[in-house]
């Protein structure tokens, strides 16, 4: 094959040495792969101090090390770095920190522990249920580093299989603690309307994208003005008004960038890259027979 356009992550050190090939790792814009989608309407995730906490806790360096062999770049924050109107000012809000995740627990209420190590408060352990399917673009490895981490903070986290087909009716119920996450390549910040806009929570007849089914009207208005004005500074100052609020929100735990892994011969000459999935365009390429080892 002179082209691949899913590099196996365990062999892209090796193909990045090999001199007949070159290797791209470029990032998607739009928006970070995310981890976890809380469900905001309901226990335990409906308590922002919760989410807060749970987003701090988990070690994304980790995480992204052992899933991406070192070629995924944590992310702390909602919109990946060359998209338009990214500002990296928040990119450490949500930083790993579990003494702060510890502290935000014990002061909303939470500080008791019961025998295996689980929070609780008023009788209730803080436990909550993340629906898997198997097909996930989160990996197993991943939910389950997750999943430890939050359990050194207090945080039961179990995992409930569902069949695929039964997803999208469980979510449009909105019946579900937490979701695995995913990402959504887009060369506009107005993804975070997509993503994050009350107007866009899963409904009966529609599998909306917001399904953290975060509705807040601060964040509803910024969204819905920034994606009708047509002054360039002003929806500048909205989406990083958007992105300070999401750190503030934790709709969902940003993982890493979202990345596209190819390689290719170097006997492949002319190969573009689009601007929203940054994958390859093909339509202009031609290959060099008489260089290909």
Do not use: C
Not at 15 to 40: A, E, K, Y
Not at 175 to 183: F, K, P, Q, R
Not at 260 to 280: C, E, M, Q, S, W
């Amino acid at each position: 094959s002179e082209l691949t356009f899913d590099v196996p992550l365990n062999k892209a050190a090796v193909l990045r040495t090999d001199p007949h090939l070159i290797f791209s790792n470029r990032v998607r814009p739009g928006s970070p792969m995310r981890s976890l989608s809380f469900n905001t309407a309901r226990f335990p995730f409906d308590d922002v101090h919760i989410r807060q906490a749970a987003a701090i806790a988990i070690n994304r360096a980790s995480v992204t090390k052992e899933i991406g062999f070192g070629e995924f770049i944590p992310k702390a924050d909602y919109l990946g770095s060359n998209t338009p109107g990214y500002d990296s000012t928040f990119k450490k809000v949500l930083a790993y920190n579990p003494a702060r995740a510890a502290a935000i627990l014990d002061k909303a209420g939470w500080s008791k522990r019961d025998v295996d190590g689980i929070r609780i408060k008023d009788g209730r352990r803080l436990s909550a249920e993340l629906l898997t399917t198997g097909n996930e673009r989160t990996p197993p490895t991943s939910v389950l580093m997750i999943q430890a981490d939050l359990k050194k903070a207090g945080i039961e986290l179990t995992l409930k299989p569902v069949p695929q087909a039964k997803l999208a009716e469980t979510v449009r119920a909105g019946e579900y603690d937490a979701l695995t996450g995913g990402w959504w390549s887009a060369a506009t910040p107005d993804v975070l309307f997509l993503l994050y806009h009350s107007s866009q929570i899963p409904r009966q007849n529609s599998f909306g994208q917001d399904t953290a089914r975060i509705s807040d009207s601060k964040l509803d208005d910024i969204l819905l003005r920034a994606r009708q004005s047509q002054n360039a500074k002003e929806r500048r100052t909205l989406y990083r008004q958007a992105q300070d609020l999401l750190t503030e929100l934790v709709p969902v735990v940003p993982l890493h960038e979202s990345h596209n892994l190819i390689a290719y011969r170097k006997n492949v000459h002319g190969i573009l890259f689009d601007t929203t999935h940054n994958i390859p365009i093909l339509t202009g390429a031609w290959l060099d027979a008489a260089t290909s080892p």
